[in-house]
Nanobody, 121 residues
């Protein structure tokens, strides 16, 4: 089993910044991808940013130029630096990882419990 624990959410004014962190622990042979998703009230969960084990990144158009995803591979951490936050960024943000638990295992999907980000004046 693998656990993902997020931190860093909160209330911020429009134009402000927040940094989300996610720590992965448990039975991990290799993390294939890590990413951040978000779900606003009444909306479907959407992918925000993904980083592959190669270091390649991708972002949803709405956050390009404002958000940056990064990892600390040794610590099994993923971060999301969010700048120039807008009220439309308000959502619960979830950490996600695709993990091989053993060398012979298939890839398994894991989710964190979510952290609330509220952008409001």
């Amino acid at each position: 089993q693998v656990q993902l624990v997020e931190s860093g959410g909160g209330l911020v004014q429009p134009g402000g910044s927040l940094r989300l962190s996610c720590a992965a622990s448990g039975s991990i042979f290799r993390i294939e991808t890590m990413g951040w998703y978000r779900q606003a009230p009444g909306k479907q969960r959407e992918s925000v940013a993904i980083i592959l084990s190669t270091g390649s990144t991708s972002y949803v158009d709405a956050v390009k130029g404002r958000f940056t995803i990064s990892t600390d591979t040794a610590q099994k951490m993923v971060y999301l630096q969010m700048n120039s936050l807008e009220p439309e960024d308000t959502a619960v943000y979830y950490c996600h990882a695709l993990v091989k638990e053993r060398i012979w295992s298939t890839v398994t999907s894991y989710w964190g419990q979510g952290t609330q980000v509220t952008v409001s004046s």
